[in-house]
DNA sequence: CGAGACGTTGACACCGGTTTCCAATTCGGG
DNA sequence: CCCGAATTGGAAACCGGTGTCAACGTCTCG
């Protein structure tokens, strides 16, 4: 600033090809550094013609903040993780669009990591992502938000993490979940309701979680209804489309099929749908098919499919809101309710 | 700290909470900062014991470089946004999952930005993500690829832009890119190969390049094949379900009704499928159909749709390859075969 | 009118790496 | 045995922000 040569030059900006600093800044306006970071940092103590003049420069210069630079003064960074090993691309893709939603007027960034469950090294994979990559926060989607074990990983490494699920897996600051317990409850009812009395059940696989709470879900409704499960009516898949078939082709099989069949997901549902037509069994005339997830495939197959949606925006967005806000993360919701979406596939049994 | 405990003192890590950093390693290993950095960016000219005592000692500590701060040295950092507005889940999570794979390996990670292609404001959201996050490349997938406008501006922000498409949208070093007009062509091919004269076109969205490639493929195929394309047998959709239903209608209603159906989409093969039904048409046997993408609905509506998979891991991976690596780039693939998936929707014409 | 309180601002060290520059050490050759 | 070149290690500056703390001017009060 030693230079004389009138207002111009102050003004002028560096056009060296650099993105401006802080340092452009605090010179340009003629103040310290600190007071141009007070002003970025919205500080209460300071002078209003001060942050105005600063801030005319930072928008003259087109002045964004570094942020690595901010996170190493900070000791801390505004990454946070999506760690998901998920079979749902509409799931996965909503959750980062609510996840988005959140935190777009924020710093904070989404930076995803797609796993593989049944990798043996997947424990050292997400710890060398949280580490080499400083993660303020991850947050966890099923079915691996169902893995205590690594939640825990995930928090001695310094992380707040959150977890999405179907059932009470952490305390409130650190869970969203959806109540998939009533919600098939509630769709199994309007199989009742709609006439049916031999009800099918698809579970999904043995050691999930949301597959565990469908089935407490099934058996809730069946039993409200006043119906007996009976065990030759209830068949076992792994959430994907040929253990769909597989559960179809067995259910179908017995003395008296049932007239209306639950599927713990929709890829499922699908499956039984085709071994239904497999066996010239009219869907929805001689047999009514519920899904669960709402997913892309549930409404485009014929008969599109009853099935159950879950909130997955609100829930990635409370989600978030929790992450990036630890002091205000137990006053964000933390449980949703899931609607039933009626659709052609269910009607009332024939006769 | 002040504590006598002998030699063990020495040695033992910090133990305060805080990660080790340089500093903590340069110390237990009695060298200086400048030979651990050397260490950790496998400088050549360094004296092999003591290399071996620092890295003993950075893993004895488990220490990993602060990204942050290194970004902050190197002046450039070590994230990759990938910026899309896209309706196909499975091919965004496709691409995520091929970036990963490359980029698994390295110190780059993937930050993701959903975008509302009709937004008035798309432009500015994305300079202030790349400007905020400071980017060292973003990936580009379509349909927002294709706007040059925006490819520019990022570029112009300083990050290296490599954009997926299905044409030459961009030089090879920033480009990947499937032959859909081929594709087309060869499912035409097969149609006509299996009896098809008549065959109808579902065309995407006017101002889409895949579109308008889809449909020249379509020509393609269509004169190769000897057949004249009829304008009564052409629809145009929006690559969505409902468009797809419209569309099926239109070309079903018709005085001499095509026998094969190509739709630029499987979302809208879904929807002329829904159509036929509701038309009484039996498909395949009265209508073959065929469409685009191989999404998860392709697998799973009844008929299994033959439909056009193209290698999006593969893409995904070139692509990310020449954003780390820009020197390289030009010797990675640009240009991807699709294949044609051949299932039960496709069927000669009933005599 | 001087002192203390207050509101505002700036100097300086620091975050954890890299780089520059230079000194120390090792080594080979004359 | 000495000298110069080659190799290695270290001190200090720097990247672009933030925290601490002191100094500054102004205002109020005794």
Redesign the pocket.
């Known amino acids: 600033m030693g230079t004389v040569s009138a207002g111009e030059e102050a003004i002028s900006s560096k056009s060296d090809g650099?993105?401006?600093?802080?340092?452009d800044?605090?010179r340009l306006s003629?103040?310290?550094?600190?007071?141009?970071?007070?002003v970025?940092?919205k500080?209460?103590?300071?002078?209003?013609?001060?942050?105005e003049k600063v801030e005319a420069v930072i928008a003259d210069l087109g002045?964004?903040?570094?942020p690595?630079?901010?996170a190493?003064?900070?000791?801390r960074n505004f990454l946070i993780g999506l760690i998901h090993d998920n079979p749902n691309a509409q799931m996965v893709l909503g959750v980062q669009e609510g996840i988005l939603d959140t935190i777009r007027k924020t710093e904070f960034a989404l930076v995803v990591r797609p796993v593989d469950r049944h990798s043996p090294t997947m424990f050292d994979d997400i710890r060398h992502f949280i580490e080499q990559q400083r993660l303020y926060g991850v947050m966890l989607l099923p079915p691996i938000s169902e893995n205590d074990e690594l939640a825990r990983m995930c928090r001695d490494l310094g992380c707040t993490v959150v977890r999405m699920g179907s059932a009470r897996l952490d305390d409130d600051a650190h869970l969203v979940a959806s109540n998939d317990r009533q919600a098939v409850s509630e769709a199994v009812a309007w199989l009742a309701e709609l006439g049916h009395r031999r009800i099918g059940f698809v579970a999904g696989p043995e050691g999930f979680r949301s597959a565990r709470e469908r089935e407490l879900g099934f058996a809730d409704g069946m039993t409200r209804a006043g119906l007996a499960t009976e065990p030759e009516l209830a068949a076992r898949g792994d959430y994907r489309f040929e253990s769909g078939l597989a559960a179809g082709a067995q259910l179908l099989s017995v003395d008296r099929p049932p007239t209306a069949i639950f599927c713990s997901n929709d890829e499922m549902a699908a499956g039984v749908l085709h071994a239904a037509r497999a066996r010239q069994i009219d869907v929805p005339d001689d047999l009514s098919i519920v899904g669960f997830d709402d997913t892309a495939t549930a409404a485009h197959i014929w008969p599109p499919l009853t099935t159950v949606r879950w909130p997955i925006a609100a829930m990635a967005q409370a989600a978030a809101s929790k992450l990036i806000d630890p002091a205000n993360a137990a006053s964000q919701p933390s449980f949703f309710l899931s609607d039933l979406v009626r659709r052609a596939s269910t009607v009332p049994p024939r006769e």
Chains 1, 2 share one sequence.
Request: proline content about 8%; overall charge positive.
């Open positions: 650099q993105k401006p600093t802080i340092n800044v605090a003629g103040v310290s550094k600190k007071t141009v970071s007070r970025i940092n500080s209460p103590l300071l002078n209003q013609a001060t942050r002045y964004v903040p570094n690595q630079a901010r190493l003064a900070l000791r």
